[in-house]
C-alpha cells in the first residue's frame, strides 16, 4: 500500500483532459532525478516524498498552471507538501475530487 498519491488534471481543450505524471521522477536511468537515498534518520519515505514535489514544482514551472484543471495528494502523512496542490485525507477522496474536476461541464460540451 502506497503511503501517498499524487494526480493532476489538464486541459488541452474544452473536451480534452489528461493526466501529468511523476512517475519518472525517482526511477533509474531514464530520467534527469537520482534514485532516492535513505534520510539520515532512516527510511526512504521522506527523502522520496521531497523528490516527487521537487520534480512536480518542476513540472509546473515547465507546463505552467493556465491549462492545469486540478492537482492533489492523499497522504497518511501530517506534514504538508509543496507543489502537490490540495492535500485529500483519502485516495478515494483524491480520486472524487480530480474525476469530478476532469469531467467536462455542459457548456464546454456544447461549445
Request: with cysteine; glycine share 10%.
Amino acid at each position: 500500500m502506497p503511503g501517498w498519491a499524487w494526480a493532476a488534471t489538464r486541459a488541452s481543450s474544452p473536451r480534452a483532459r489528461w493526466t501529468t505524471s511523476l512517475s519518472g521522477s525517482t526511477g533509474s536511468g531514464r530520467t534527469t532525478c537520482q534514485p532516492c537515498k535513505a534520510a539520515p534518520t532512516g527510511g526512504h519515505t521522506a527523502p522520496a516524498v521531497q523528490t516527487l514535489s521537487d520534480h512536480a514544482g518542476a513540472l509546473n514551472r515547465l507546463l505552467g498552471t493556465r491549462r492545469r484543471v486540478a492537482h492533489g495528494y492523499a497522504t497518511a502523512q501530517n506534514t504538508p507538501i509543496d507543489h502537490l496542490g490540495t492535500r485529500h485525507d483519502s485516495f478515494d477522496e483524491l480520486i472524487d475530487a480530480l474525476t469530478a474536476a476532469a469531467a467536462p461541464s455542459t457548456s464546454a460540451m456544447s461549445a
